[in-house]
């Protein structure tokens, strides 16, 4: 009997547990509605997956009706609720400028064009710099501010519409950028055709992690200045991948406009650069400076200036950049490097650095270049401030020679404070190769040239360089399976 009793004891035990268990159960589900109730009445809980189709939300897609307050409409509420997508549908969208909040992401289907206004009252100017050539700057057509987890994607197209509006304008002062991020986190613009923007295309200020990925962008033929493709300043951790730029101005380049906050973490590779200024650069604006920069496996072609800039001269320090396995054609200059004391500042109030800062741990390696229009490598410090730890390696360039003995005797001037840019020393050099002063440790392996014509210049010259690496340095010929290609 004694088993029995136990056991009918621990069956009622477990039967008063499971009433018990029970009546919790029903008392939480009667509270389930209450709860779901307080949770929707807080946006930040909602779903952000959602889509907006803005053509259900009152913007008309047909290139003639100013779109600006319903877009931004329905930009602002979607990210009331938590955020999503808005999509434009194939249809050509006017607007003027356009903030994208956090959380919120545009998505321009194939044949949607986003069409920036050509009356220059429509644009706003959030966040107003000067430019490094001294020109006002900061209106923008599609912008975010402060914002987190933003985007534009799809295969559509951003046109600003910008030769139009300068026409409009005399002189031209509202020169909107195409698309500008201002302190952003998490940013991705992918896929998109971007074109005739104002000013610069694509501009990044203090914005930090972002994905840029397939991107094409043509502002070449539009006769505008200032027309940068991608343009990164003072941000950080950054990814650049398969984007093709054909450019009037720099078509990559980094640079920083903030006197403490360095340009960072930028890796940029397998894109396809041309330009009528200068492919892969960083500067001219440089009063933050830069560190951990790479770039690589990119194709230049057709490029106004040189194919890579290198450049620091309002104080920052530049260092510990690596561009490699780079191919060149119809470039003027492959590679210059320079560092100056322009020390210019670009944000009110803020103060000038007193001395050039430093440029330092530079290795440019694998690159190819041919149809060169000047010479082929151009390096300058500046007296009492060299830059140092530049190697060169692995280095192949088809030259176009023809130089004359007169030409060998031509002296670069310093021009310490100028605008940075290898045209800043004349068109006509001493060398037909390489040109380098001012350096502390300058490491050249494995160069290789070739001479279209015959050239009574030297193949070097090296002024004010210690610890040259090899000492006796002098480039090789070009095998001949590779011979010389005219430009």
Known sequence: MIPYRGFVFVAGGLGFALMRFMRQTIARLRLVPAIVALFSAFPAFAAVDATVDVTQAGVVGNGTVLNTAAIQKAIDDLSAKGGGTIRFP????????????????????????LLGSTNPDDYKNLDPFMAGDGVPQGHAFLVARDADHVGIEGPGTIDGQGPALRAKQNPYKVRPFLIRFLRCTNVTVKDAHLTNPG????????????????????????????????????????????????????????????????CRGIVASDCKLSTSTNAIKLGTESIGGFADISVSHCQVSNVGMAGIAVYAVDGGDLKNVTISDITMDRVAMPIAVRLGARLKTFREGEKARAAPGSLADVTIKNVSAKNIRTIGILISGVPSHPIQNLTLDGITLELPGGGTAQNAQVQLAERETAYPEYSMF?????????????????????????????????????????????KDFAPKPLPATAPATQP
């Not at 249809?91 to 956090?102: D, M, P």
């Not at 930090?208 to 397939?214: D, F, I």
């Open 90 to 113: 194939a249809g050509r969208y006017l607007s003027g400028t356009i903030e994208i909040k956090s959380k919120v992401t545009l998505h321009l289907d194939e044949d949607a064009i």
């Open 199 to 262: 000013a610069w295309t694509l501009n990044f200020f203090q914005t930090k992690t972002a994905t840029l990925e397939g991107l094409t962008i043509r502002t070449r033929s539009t006769g505008l200045s200032n027309n940068d493709g991608i343009n990164i300043d003072s941000s950080e951790d950054f990814r650049i991948k398969n984007c093709d730029v054909n450019s009037g101005d720099d078509a990559l380049v980094i640079k920083s406009t903030s006197r403490d906050k360095p």
């Open 426 to 470: 004349g068109n006509t050099f001493p060398v037909h190769t390489i040109y380098a002063r001012h350096v502390d440790k300058l490491t050249l392996n494995n160069i290789q040239t070739s001479l279209a014509k015959p050239d009574a210049r030297p193949a070097t010259l090296f002024l004010d360089v210690e610890n040259l690496n090899p």
